[in-house]
């Protein structure tokens, strides 16, 4: 009888992390000469009622997966974002600040929207330099790239063998996907509100499994 070798089908390495990464919900808008509500220099704006309705199809797509843990930021947008998975699946979120978003210095707020729908200079040489600290006060690309994978590497220490949601924010799945590809530092960046993508981390070890999936969200 001739042996036959079936393709491979992907699991996780033995110890490993399996991660989802969703981003918040939409938040509520800028508005010119008003600031969001801040929290440790961040921006602190609640959800849009648009984002709660995304944090409901979050919770309907994943409510069946086995979770073993749900993260959230220090930000409001991701607690809220979490809480209909949470009460789905009756666990209290854990908080990793290490993934709260980027610092975005004198454009936190809501400045920042602002500034790149009018393609300000500052945002412009942004995204041609790959590098956040060209906005005025921002932390740089190295410094958030470091954090996010300390508090990625983190939670995946605390959870081998495990299904892990974690509820972030867009610069922090770009960054993630990122360093997890070794690609361009804003390759990944523009994940939608609401969506979901999925790291497997195994020790120091990043892999992408998926980006950005909107399946859920209609």
Known sequence: MTREYPQHVYRPPAGAADILLIRH??????????????????????????????????????????ISAIYVTTLQRTRQTAAPLAER??????????????????WDGGLYRIKAAENDPAFQRA????????????????????????????????????????????????????????????????????SISRLVIQGDLMTVRGFNDCAHLG
Not at 44 to 50: E, G, I, R, S
Not at 89 to 106: F, K, S
């Open 25 to 66: 919900g939409e938040s509520m808008p800028a508005r010119p000469g008003e600031s969001f509500p801040m929290k440790d220099g961040h921006g602190d704006p609640a959800l849009h009622d648009n984002g709660l309705a995304q944090a409901r199809a979050v919770a309907e797509r994943l409510h069946r997966e086995p």
């Open 127 to 194: 995204r041609e330099n790959r590098e956040w600290g060209e906005i005025p006060g921002a932390e740089t690309t190295a410094t958030l790239h470091a954090r996010v994978r300390d508090g990625l590497l983190r939670i995946a220490a605390a959870h081998p063998d495990q299904l892990i949601a974690a509820v972030v924010h867009g610069g922090v799945i770009g960054a993630a996907m990122a360093m997890a590809s070794q690609s361009d530092a804003f390759a990944f960046n523009g994940a939608a509100n609401g």
């Open 89 to 106: 699946l009756g666990m209290t979120p854990r908080v990793e600040a290490a993934l709260r978003e980027v610092h975005l210095g004198d």
